[in-house]
Nanobody
Framework: QVQFVESGGGLVQAGGSLRLSCAAS????????MGWFRQAPGKQRELVAS???????NYADSVKGRFTISRDSAMNTVYLQMNSLEPEDTAVYYC????????WGQGTQVSVSS
């Protein structure tokens, strides 16, 4: 059974940084594309960053240049480095494949104050 555990969220001021981690069991990250999603109150869950098995990355326009997705295959962990955070980044962040293949984890709350 595939399980994701997201961590690293918190409360930061605008302009600050956070690094999120997603640890997985039951799936090997390295050959699979993985993504980070977020869901703000009253909004749909959206894909903000993805990394393919070969290491290429894609980002939503709203986070391009500020967020960086990376992967540690040995640790079976995916990271999201978030810099220059804005209040609009406030959301619960989740990881999954870009196609939302597996059950969602509990997510990690990111709150950015202005």
């Amino acid at each position: 059974q595939v399980q994701f555990v997201e961590s690293g969220g918190g409360l930061v001021q605008a302009g600050g940084s956070l690094r999120l981690s997603c640890a997985a069991s039951g799936i090997i990250f390295s050959p699979n594309a993985m993504g980070w999603f977020r869901q703000a109150p009253g909004k749909q869950r959206e894909l903000v960053a993805s990394i393919r098995g070969g290491g290429s990355t894609n980002y939503a326009d709203s986070v391009k240049g500020r967020f960086t997705i990376s992967r540690d295959s040995a640790m079976n962990t995916v990271y999201l480095q978030m810099n220059s955070l804005e209040p609009e980044d406030t959301a619960v962040y989740y990881c999954n494949t870009p196609w939302r293949t597996y059950p969602w984890g509990q997510g990690t709350q990111v709150s950015v104050s202005s």
